[in-house]
């Protein structure tokens, strides 16, 4: 036997060799279980489509998709941001108001049919699109109805281009006294985890599972919960898969698209219509008074029995009043 020979002491470093190269195999197919399940939820089926005719408008950051009908003044939908948005969310008032006016319902890009791209989105993409859209696809003044964080994105471009706007319906828009702040750390960190390759989709398709989706409509977005359907959650959960879903969605969890405007809203020149869910929860109606006292342009709109989507859970009563205020 070789001197300081220790049978036991060798047994104890190849099993520490072979346990480190266990959990290298261990963490390589975690990892490949993960990519092999992000791919599969990433080719889910197409959302459906909103109606109307389909087209497409080329911006700077991509192909953007959207439905057309009607025939009449122009009037642009912008839906809101949130993990599987989409041009869906008016699906209760799309086809009511094509009846009075030609409706443009484009999906943002990242969003929906449009193109995902891998970027940094910031509150200028919003703005810019909706900008854009009106000036280089409809060719002419419109009308425009925005609900939450792109009703507040859309006021830069209100202000600064007030020929291409003639009235504004805002869906419980934030920003006026909130976001002004930058997201920090904090929201760099999150957005760090959002945009890495594997665990990013992962922590993605956890927030947009059937299970996600159903918590946050009942929780937060209905004040009717049985109103969320198997077949809404479906919808949401179509239009928020596919390759590069991920980036748009997670530039909002982490605060990269706030935008606080409170110096613009004073400055919109256009006659606003504010509609308020009475019950909303995440911003509520307190807020409503901070709008209507720093412009006298904007007028308010409550509507019982409904939380964030007053244009879903009182489609009848909405409609009704968005088409008596554009048009009066």
């Given at each position: 036997?070789?001197?300081?020979?220790?049978?036991?002491?060798?047994?104890?470093?190849?099993?520490?060799?072979?346990?480190?190269?266990?959990?290298?195999?261990?963490?390589?197919?975690?990892?490949?279980?993960?990519?092999?399940?992000?791919?599969?939820?990433?080719?889910?089926?197409?959302?459906?489509?909103?109606?109307?005719?389909?087209?497409?408008?080329?911006?700077?950051?991509?192909?953007?998709?959207?439905?057309?009908?009607?025939?009449?003044?122009?009037?642009?939908?912008?839906?809101g941001v949130y993990a599987g948005a989409s041009s869906l969310e008016f699906r209760a008032n799309f086809e009511e108001l094509s009846k009075s006016f030609r409706v443009y319902?484009?999906?943002?890009?990242?969003?929906?049919?449009?193109?995902?791209?891998?970027?940094?989105?910031?509150?200028?993409?919003?703005?810019?699109?909706?900008?854009?859209?009106?000036?280089?696809?409809?060719?002419?003044?419109?009308?425009?109805?925005?609900?939450?964080?792109?009703?507040?994105?859309?006021?830069?471009?209100?202000?600064?281009?007030?020929?291409?706007?003639?009235?504004?319906?805002?869906?419980?828009?934030?920003?006026?006294?909130?976001?002004?702040?930058?997201?920090?750390?904090?929201?760099?960190?999150?957005?760090?985890?959002f945009r890495a390759p594997v665990v990013g989709n992962s922590l993605y398709h956890a927030l947009i599972s059937r299970a996600g989706i159903r918590y946050y409509l009942e929780?937060?977005?209905?004040?009717?919960?049985?109103?969320?359907?198997?077949?809404?959650?479906?919808?949401?959960?179509?239009?928020?898969?596919?390759?590069?879903?991920?980036?748009?969605?997670?530039?909002?969890?982490?605060?990269?698209?706030?935008?606080?405007?409170?110096?613009?809203?004073?400055?919109?020149?256009?006659?606003?219509?504010?509609?308020?869910?009475?019950?909303?929860?995440?911003?509520?109606?307190?807020?409503?008074?901070?709008?209507?006292?720093?412009?006298?342009?904007?007028?308010?709109?409550?509507?019982?029995?409904?939380?964030?989507?007053?244009?879903?859970?009182?489609?009848?009563?909405?409609?009704?009043?968005?088409?008596?205020?554009?048009?009066?």
């Amino acid at each position: 036997m070789e001197i300081g020979y220790d049978p036991v002491r060798r047994k104890v470093r190849e099993m520490g060799r072979f346990m480190v190269r266990l959990k290298a195999a261990v963490a390589a197919g975690a990892a490949g279980g993960l990519w092999a399940l992000n791919r599969r939820l990433e080719r889910t089926t197409s959302p459906a489509r909103l109606g109307g005719e389909a087209r497409r408008y080329r911006w700077g950051g991509g192909k953007i998709a959207y439905s057309v009908a009607g025939e009449g003044e122009p009037l642009l939908l912008v839906h809101g941001v949130y993990a599987g948005a989409s041009s869906l969310e008016f699906r209760a008032n799309f086809e009511e108001l094509s009846k009075s006016f030609r409706v443009y319902a484009p999906d943002l890009l990242g969003c929906g049919f449009s193109q995902k791209p891998r970027r940094r989105y910031g509150p200028e993409d919003v703005t810019s699109q909706v900008e854009g859209f009106v000036r280089d696809e409809i060719g002419a003044g419109a009308h425009l109805v925005a609900s939450s964080l792109s009703a507040a994105l859309a006021v830069p471009a209100a202000v600064r281009s007030p020929r291409l706007f003639k009235k504004l319906v805002l869906i419980c828009p934030t920003g006026y006294g909130t976001l002004d702040r930058p997201s920090g750390l904090l929201g760099d960190a999150v957005y760090g985890l959002f945009r890495a390759p594997v665990v990013g989709n992962s922590l993605y398709h956890a927030l947009i599972s059937r299970a996600g989706i159903r918590y946050y409509l009942e929780k937060m977005a209905y004040r009717d919960p049985k109103l969320v359907t198997d077949g809404v959650i479906e919808d949401y959960y179509r239009a928020g898969h596919g390759p590069g879903a991920r980036h748009f969605p997670a530039a909002f969890v982490a605060g990269k698209l706030n935008l606080g405007i409170s110096d613009l809203w004073p400055r919109v020149p256009q006659k606003s219509l504010l509609c308020w869910g009475q019950e909303a929860k995440t911003v509520p109606l307190s807020g409503l008074n901070g709008f209507t006292r720093n412009n006298p342009r904007a007028e308010p709109r409550v509507f019982r029995d409904a939380s964030l989507l007053p244009h879903i859970e009182r489609a009848g009563t909405f409609n009704e009043e968005v088409r008596r205020f554009l048009s009066g």
